[in-house]
T-cell receptor, first 110, second 115 residues
């Protein structure tokens, strides 16, 4: 069974700080996605990474896919209170079948 | 351009009753997926459907749970004889085609509470 482990599970930081969230697996995924979920809502897709070593940037968010396509990281620069939420990584196991990590709950204090 | 629509958003049932959750995919999407999110846990795949076909139901519990996506109308996730352990958020997602990258668009979820 493929598993994705996210770390840390909880993160509370001050506005302006930088942070990195990690997503690790012993399995290779054809692609990996990051989602953000607000309380009471569904996950919203942030980015998809496909190629080993790929780096994608979305404003202050930087996503990296490991060379072996087994791990990924999300780095947020100068975090803002609006970044607060649950961040989920998900690996594609086949058509539409995603394996989700447990999630990282981020709280950014003003 | 409407997103994935789920209803009801909240549903309360007593043990032994039936729960029916509905999902209308995004316009132009013919692939529907159901995921379950238990409290303090991540999302778990349940079933993947195309119009009138179940493609992959490997994540569905063997008993009491069923899903359909008829030619006309929304996809339905049906839970018979609900138990307290069925209390969870059920998310529907859709995609326009079967692709290797697996990008999904999620609805806002239906939160089932079993008393």
């Amino acid at each position: 069974t493929q598993l994705l482990e996210q770390s840390p599970q909880f993160l509370s930081i001050q506005e302006g700080e930088n942070l990195t969230v990690y997503c690790n697996s012993s399995s290779v995924f054809s692609s990996l996605q990051w989602y953000r979920q607000e309380p009471g809502e569904g996950p919203v897709l942030l980015v998809t990474v496909v190629t080993g070593g790929e780096v994608k940037k979305l404003k202050r968010l930087t996503f990296q896919f490991g060379d072996a396509r087994k791990d990924s990281s999300l780095h947020i620069t100068a975090a803002q209170p609006g970044d607060t939420g649950l961040y989920l990584c998900a690996g594609a196991q086949g058509a539409g079948k995603l394996i989700f990590g447990q999630g990282t709950t981020l709280q950014v204090k003003p | 351009n409407a997103g994935v629509m789920q209803n009801p958003r909240h549903l309360v049932r007593r043990r032994g009753q039936e729960a029916r959750l509905r999902c209308s995919p995004m316009k132009g999407h013919s692939h529907v997926y159901w995921y379950r999110q238990l409290p303090e846990e991540g999302l778990k795949f349940m079933v993947y459907l195309q119009k009138e076909n179940i493609i992959d139901e490997s994540g569905m519990p063997k008993e009491r749970f069923s899903a359909e996506f008829p030619k006309e109308g929304p996809s339905i996730l049906r839970i018979q004889q609900v138990v307290r352990g069925d209390s969870a958020a059920y998310f529907c997602a859709s995609s326009p085609r079967q692709g290797s990258t697996g990008e999904l668009f999620f609805g806002e979820g239906s939160r089932l509470t079993v008393l």
